[in-house]
Structures are given as structure tokens and as C-alpha cells.
């Protein structure tokens, strides 16, 4: 499997089969990240009405296009391109600083025998279910920028929970990032010890099952765009 980070809470991960999964892709004039070049095989977002995540029109080719809230509301789970992918509703920050929260979705999957977990726009403590839901997954996509999504310190309880094996932060301030109203990353790995911390001075990565530590990591990629 790679892992390759475009920016804010973007990715693209592929499996040795060669298929593609691009998760919640942005507006590029008001993030400041630039527009995503590649053609993947499905485009996941997290919400109906977030232009910093549900930007799937924006993606080159013809790739299935499924936004995660709807599966949610619909049953929870979908089948695309061989892969099953399973959400659960949750919300932005309730006390939301810049407007009313609006519903979005956590959502997981699997590839490579690795299973994937996004927290989408999440903004507040976990829920028992949705504790539940992340149970097992190997890989966290991890809000790590503080307001105005989870707050860092309800993040590390997560965290803690759960027990991924490979937490990888996004959604945080970057030198790219417009809106400058979120942490650097440096708050967020403050909740951590240095030896359990690994920088990838790239923006991706290539992993196996195998390759999977014992105990949560977390590694810190750089954005590609």
C-alpha cells in the first residue's frame, strides 16, 4: 500500500492491485493547496457542503464519487472498485467558531489486508459508537490542528483508545494553508513522546502489513501540493 498526503484531509492511497482511493479532496483557491493531477478509481468526501472536503467534482477522470455522509444515513455501508468502505454520521464542532455545525462522516476500509480510518471534519469528543466503529483499524487519518475540529486533548483520548498502529496527522496549519486558523502540527505531537514519533521528509509512504509497528506511531508526512 502507498499513502501519499496532497494537503489538508487529501490522500490518495493505493493498493498492490493498482487501485486507487482519493479521500475528501479540497477547493484549492481557498485552501491554498493546489488542484489534485491524479485520476484514482473512487473519490471519498465526508460531507454535502464543505467545500475543503467535498470537492469530488474537481477530480480528473470518471472515478465512482461517493460521499461518505449519505452511505451513513443509507445503511452504512457501500461496495466500489472491490473495496467496501463503511461510514458513520458525526458532526463538526458544536460550538463551531465561524458558522452553524453541520453534519459529516468518519468513515473506514480496507486494502492490502490494512484497514484505513478518516475522521473527516469531526469536531468533538468520540461517541461510544463511534469509539466502536474505529475498533481494530490499523491506519488513523488524524485531525491534528485543533479548533475548529476536535480539540487535541480529546484527540489523544482517541487515540489512546483505540490503538492504531500508524497515526498519520492531517488537517492541520501548514505555509500552504489560506486560512491560518488551525494549529501547526507541533501542538499536536506535543501529546506525544519524541521516540514514538517518525518523520517521512517526503509525501508518501509505502507499507505492508508487516511494516506495521506493534504499538501506535505516529508519522508526519509532508503535503505534496
Not at 490518495?12 to 475528501?24: E, L, M, P, Q, Y
Not at 460531507?47 to 472536503?53: A, G, Q, V
Not at 467496501?84 to 453541520?102: A, L, N, Q, T
Request: hydrophobic share 40%.
Amino acid at each position: 500500500m502507498k499513502i501519499k498526503w496532497y494537503g489538508h484531509a487529501s490522500f490518495i492511497i493505493s493498493d498492490s492491485a493498482g487501485r486507487t482511493v482519493i479521500t475528501d479532496p479540497y477547493t484549492p483557491e481557498t485552501s491554498g493547496y493546489q488542484p489534485i493531477p491524479d485520476v484514482p478509481d473512487v473519490v471519498l468526501t465526508s460531507s454535502l457542503n464543505d467545500d475543503f472536503h467535498d470537492r469530488s467534482d474537481l477530480i480528473l477522470g470518471d472515478p465512482l464519487r461517493i460521499n461518505m455522509l449519505d452511505v451513513a444515513r443509507e445503511g452504512g455501508e457501500i461496495e466500489a472498485a472491490g473495496l467496501v468502505f463503511k461510514g458513520i454520521e458525526s458532526s463538526e464542532m458544536y460550538e463551531h467558531p465561524y458558522h452553524e455545525p453541520d453534519k459529516c462522516a468518519m468513515y473506514r476500509w480496507e486494502m492490502d489486508g490494512i484497514s484505513i480510518g478518516h475522521m473527516g471534519d469531526v469536531g468533538n469528543p468520540f461517541t461510544p459508537e463511534e469509539y466502536a466503529f474505529f475498533a481494530g483499524v490499523d491506519v488513523f487519518l488524524a485531525l491534528a490542528g485543533d479548533v475548529p475540529t476536535i480539540r487535541l486533548p480529546d484527540l489523544k483520548q482517541v487515540i489512546d483508545r483505540i490503538a492504531p498502529k500508524l497515526v498519520i496527522p492531517m488537517h492541520f496549519r501548514t505555509l500552504r494553508y489560506k486560512p491560518r486558523n488551525m494549529q501547526w502540527i507541533t501542538a499536536f505531537l506535543h501529546h506525544f513522546n519524541d521516540a514514538d514519533i517518525d518523520f517521512q521528509s517526503d509525501w508518501e509512504v509505502e507499507l505492508s502489513k508487516a511494516d506495521l509497528p506493534e504499538s501506535t506511531r505516529v508519522l508526519v508526512l509532508t503535503h505534496a501540493l
